[in-house]
């Protein structure tokens, strides 16, 4: 594995870096109260290729590879977690689940489109009473000569409002069964399909999240991916590959919560010098460096892996463990930093420390994690 970082990463990280410190830092805490989801800045990011960082050329997307995509995730997310996460789940979930399963006629319908952000894409696994438990999913599809009726109701979906397409998951075999979901592709405007409540949320509050209710939405076969069945074993794939981007977005909200206290310890005078100057603020300072370090190396772990076609289960999900446990304890930390300006919305690490949170709970819980880890490791 090569530590050095390339100059094509480096070019693309750039880019990012300057987008986020044009086009959002001005409006973050702006889009936070208001809960809104700013659906031009994913139109600017669109075009320059960051909506679609993983599809190949061919499709209309940027080609580059997941060390690219980590590092334009971690740029954003140092800005912003919301818009980090929107733009995870699209391009991971929606976007990469129709690249690894869609036939080349889905792939050339829907992934120009996604990659140019012409599309938003959603994602539509997770309901209320079954959040770990896919394999009891109350959402049903039943087949009807040509066609497939989907009934049901998905929750916590990035997107399920505004999003223009939806890749859902539905079980079409009995609850718990092996094999008993399909995935399923849902233009918006299909009738039937219709957004449901918009979650008010502690952190990430502009990006959107909301339910996607179905009732009688009847679609065509030939929206369904893959084989019938298979639905929840392409999840599993395409969330390994979801988990180094939570990973990439934890990261990113860690190392924006750090440098933002690494700058006020040093500007901060207490007792006539600089508050990194006392023993207290300096261990702080070393033990969140040195977590960052640690998990950027996990999740540049997981990266090779995956883009060497390897396994990397057991790897992403080490990664996003422990990344987003970083996150939570480095932006807690820089808030104790920065004392009782971090708790005023003045000061940019209460957003992040809000943020942070949801990066244990998306994509799988920390619990979760361990419980992929446990067992790869007890193979």
């Given at each position: 594995?090569?530590?050095?970082?390339?100059?094509l990463t480096?070019?693309?990280?750039?880019t990012?870096?300057?987008f986020?410190?044009?086009?959002?830092?001005?409006?973050?805490?702006?889009?936070?109260?208001?809960?809104?989801?700013?659906?031009?800045?994913?139109?600017?990011?669109?075009?320059?290729g960051l909506?679609g960082v993983?599809?190949?050329?061919?499709?209309?997307?940027?080609?580059l590879s997941?060390?690219?995509?980590?590092?334009?995730?971690q740029?954003?997310?140092?800005?912003?977690?919301s818009?980090?996460?929107s733009l995870?789940?699209?391009n991971?979930?929606?976007?990469g689940h129709?690249l690894a399963f869609?036939?080349?006629v889905q792939?050339?319908k829907y992934?120009?489109?996604?990659?140019s952000?012409?599309y938003?894409g959603?994602w539509?696994?997770t309901e209320a009473?079954?959040?770990s438990?896919?394999?009891n999913?109350k959402?049903?599809a039943?087949?009807?000569?040509d066609h497939?009726?989907l009934?049901?109701?998905?929750?916590w979906?990035?997107?399920?409002?505004?999003?223009d397409?939806?890749v859902?998951?539905?079980?079409t075999g009995?609850?718990?069964?092996?094999?008993n979901?399909?995935a399923?592709i849902?233009?918006?405007?299909?009738?039937?399909?219709q957004?449901g409540?918009?979650e008010?949320k502690l952190?990430m509050?502009a990006?959107e999240t909301?339910e996607?209710?179905?009732?009688n939405?009847?679609?065509?076969?030939?929206?369904r991916?893959?084989?019938?069945g298979?639905?929840?074993k392409?999840?599993?794939k395409?969330?390994?590959g979801?988990?180094?981007s939570?990973?990439?977005l934890?990261?990113?909200?860690a190392?924006?919560?750090?440098?933002?206290?690494?700058?006020?310890?040093?500007?901060?005078?207490q007792f006539d010098?600089?508050i990194?100057?006392f023993?207290?603020?300096?261990f702080?300072l070393?033990d969140?460096?040195t977590?960052?370090?640690?998990a950027?190396?996990?999740?540049?772990q997981?990266c090779?892996?995956?883009?060497?076609g390897?396994?990397m289960?057991?790897e992403?999900a080490?990664a996003k463990?422990y990344?987003?446990e970083?996150?939570?304890k480095?932006?807690?930390?820089a808030?104790q930093?920065?004392?009782g300006?971090g708790?005023?919305?003045d000061?940019?690490?209460e957003k992040?420390?809000?943020d942070?949170?949801l990066?244990?709970?998306?994509?799988?819980t920390?619990?979760i994690?361990?419980?992929?880890i446990?067992?790869e490791v007890?193979?």
């Open positions: 594995m090569n530590f050095t970082t390339s100059e480096q070019q693309v990280a750039q990012a870096r300057d986020a410190a044009q086009h959002i830092k001005p409006h973050i805490m702006e889009w936070d109260e208001s809960q809104e989801f700013p659906l031009a800045v994913f139109k600017q990011m669109g075009e320059l909506m993983l599809v190949p050329e061919a499709y209309g997307g940027s080609g997941y060390l690219e995509y980590s590092a334009i995730i740029e954003i997310a140092k800005v912003c977690g818009i980090g996460l995870a789940a699209h991971s979930l929606c976007t129709i869609g036939n080349e792939k050339q992934l120009p489109k996604l990659a952000a012409e938003i959603a539509g696994l009473n079954t959040g438990d896919a394999g999913m959402t049903t039943v087949k009807d000569g497939w009726i009934n049901g109701t998905k929750c979906i990035t997107h399920g409002k505004t999003g397409v939806a859902v998951v539905c079980r009995e609850p718990r069964a092996k094999d979901s399909t399923f849902v233009d918006r405007g299909t009738p039937g399909f957004a409540k918009k008010n952190g509050r990006s909301t996607m209710i179905f009732d939405c009847r679609i065509p076969d030939t929206q991916m893959g084989e019938v298979s639905g929840f392409q999840s599993m395409v969330l390994d979801g988990r180094i939570i990973a990439a934890s990261l990113g909200i190392k924006g919560a750090y440098e933002a206290a690494l700058q006020y310890a040093q500007e901060r005078y010098k600089p990194a100057q023993q207290g603020i300096s702080k070393a969140m460096a977590e960052i370090a640690a950027e190396l996990l999740i540049n997981a090779y892996l995956k883009m060497q390897l396994p289960t057991k992403a080490m463990y990344a987003s970083v996150s939570v480095v932006s807690t930390d808030v930093i920065f004392g300006y708790y005023t919305k000061f940019p690490v992040f420390y809000r942070s949170k990066c244990t709970i998306g994509e799988g920390s619990e994690q361990k419980l992929v446990s067992r007890l193979r």
